[in-house]
């Protein structure tokens, strides 16, 4: 097992979800909390007790809506003799460290942040109407650069191709988010997490997951942010191939997949433009866990658009470095020990539990004259 200074290192904190479900069955987000778990480093036998105030989500992010009793117990710890808790004073430093640290990093991404957009609003007048996205709030109110609400998802054998990705997302319920006495909504982007607890949540986090379980299926995929139909702002999602002109549209609420063929603008009368089926209108931006890419073509409507994002005339890229830093799992600075191995196989035991599971419905199947 490794020490204590060395689990001090693990900054990822534990994430609680609070969910009610009524009698109807409908689900609704309570609460979500994000712990910090490394106090139970400075206790002798491993254990740590706390009373945590939960805060809501949304509008209600600054309200109480319940205290958890938590106690947490660092296994093996308490049966090793070897163990040595830390002192609190070097925990607290190590936290407080780290909360100055991400607070300039945060701080250095806002003023980069705002001279990306100063240089993409010299560029042309109509810029400042396109919906150019960089921030987001999620479910606690935090607003939060887009790119850190990607995270590349691998389904092992849960989801067998990016098809059934598709349709998993598509079954997630859509919910629209309505503000308190009515008004223009609140728009909340949920944490991966926090979506898939309650299984449902507005269209940009359908959006995101699906993108993040297309990247985990090894695809170059974007989360689009645009508008469709009359005019209403939406998200999709789009995977590049290998040749600038291969571009596939998602469409994240309903599974559809749309090939996108551009129309030329500059083409004469005579010449056959393509007739695309897809409900897009106009696109702003797009990105993932590692780009953000802003449209600064003479036109944003998607059917004349070209994905080409190697042009740096057509999109405008942010700095990668700078989103890294901003919505990587770990700062750079924090160095992650491996924890324990599991000693279980869980291929294998999954593979004996379906083969058990088959055995069992085949014989219910037989005895009950189905088969």
């Known amino acids: 097992m490794a020490?204590?200074?060395?689990?001090?290192?693990?900054?990822d904190k534990l994430h609680v979800t609070l969910v009610r479900i009524d009698p109807h069955g409908e689900t609704t987000l309570l609460s979500s909390q994000h712990i910090e778990w490394r106090?139970?480093?400075?206790?002798?036998?491993?254990?740590?007790?706390?009373?945590?105030?939960?805060?809501?989500?949304?509008?209600?992010?600054?309200?109480?809506?319940?205290?958890?009793?938590?106690?947490?117990?660092?296994?093996?710890?308490?049966?090793?003799?070897?163990?040595?808790?830390?002192?609190?004073?070097?925990l607290e430093a190590q936290l407080d460290l780290e909360r100055s640290r991400r607070a300039e990093i945060e701080r250095r991404f806002l003023l980069y942040a705002k001279h990306y957009w100063r240089e993409f609003l010299q560029m042309r007048d109509e810029h400042k109407d396109r919906l150019v996205k960089i921030f987001a709030q999620d479910e606690k109110g935090v607003h939060r650069c887009v790119c850190s609400f990607v995270c590349p998802l691998k389904a092992g054998r849960l989801l067998d191709s990016p098809q059934h990705a598709a349709r998993f997302v598509t079954a997630l319920g859509l919910q629209?988010?309505?503000?308190?006495?009515?008004?223009?909504?609140?728009?909340?982007?949920?944490?991966?997490?926090?979506?898939?607890?309650?299984?449902?949540?507005?269209?940009?986090?359908?959006?995101?997951?699906?993108?993040?379980?297309?990247?985990?299926?090894?695809?170059?995929?974007?989360?689009?942010?645009?508008?469709?139909?009359r005019g209403t702002s939406h998200t999709w999602v789009v995977t590049l191939g290998a040749a600038p002109e291969t571009v596939t549209f998602w469409e994240p609420t309903s599974g559809q997949r749309y090939i996108h063929q551009r129309v030329n603008p500059e083409d004469p009368p005579s010449v056959t433009q393509p007739m695309n089926k897809y409900p897009y209108k106009t696109i702003g931006?797009?990105?993932?866990?590692?780009?953000?890419?802003?449209?600064?073509?003479?036109?944003?409507?998607?059917?004349?658009?070209?994905?080409?994002?190697?042009?740096?005339?057509?999109?405008?890229?942010?700095?990668?470095?700078?989103?890294?830093?901003?919505?990587?799992?770990?700062?750079?600075?924090?160095?992650?020990?491996p924890l324990c191995s599991n000693?279980?196989?869980?291929?294998?035991?999954?593979?004996?539990?379906?083969?058990?599971?088959?055995?069992?419905i085949t014989e219910h199947r037989q005895v009950s004259g189905q088969v």
């Open 176 to 229: 629209r988010s309505q503000p308190v006495g009515g008004g223009v909504r609140a728009e909340i982007w949920s944490s991966l997490f926090a979506f898939l607890a309650v299984n449902q949540g507005e269209c940009e986090s359908h959006a995101v997951l699906l993108c993040s379980l297309l990247l985990g299926f090894g695809l170059d995929a974007y989360v689009c942010v645009g508008t469709k139909g």
């Open 285 to 337: 931006s797009l990105f993932n866990h590692r780009s953000f890419y802003a449209n600064c073509q003479p036109l944003d409507i998607v059917e004349v658009c070209s994905f080409d994002l190697s042009d740096e005339s057509r999109w405008k890229a942010m700095s990668e470095e700078a989103i890294k830093s901003i919505s990587g799992p770990s700062p750079d600075w924090i160095q992650c020990v």
């Open 39 to 90: 106090h139970v480093l400075g206790d002798t036998n491993g254990h740590f007790a706390k009373s945590v105030e939960l805060f809501g989500v949304g509008e209600e992010s600054k309200v109480i809506v319940g205290v958890l009793d938590i106690r947490l117990d660092l296994i093996p710890a308490g049966q090793d003799s070897s163990w040595i808790p830390l002192a609190g004073d070097v």
């Open 3 to 11: 020490d204590s200074r060395s689990l001090l290192s693990i900054a």
């Open 343 to 360: 000693p279980v196989d869980w291929i294998l035991s999954s593979n004996e539990i379906e083969r058990e599971l088959r055995g069992l």
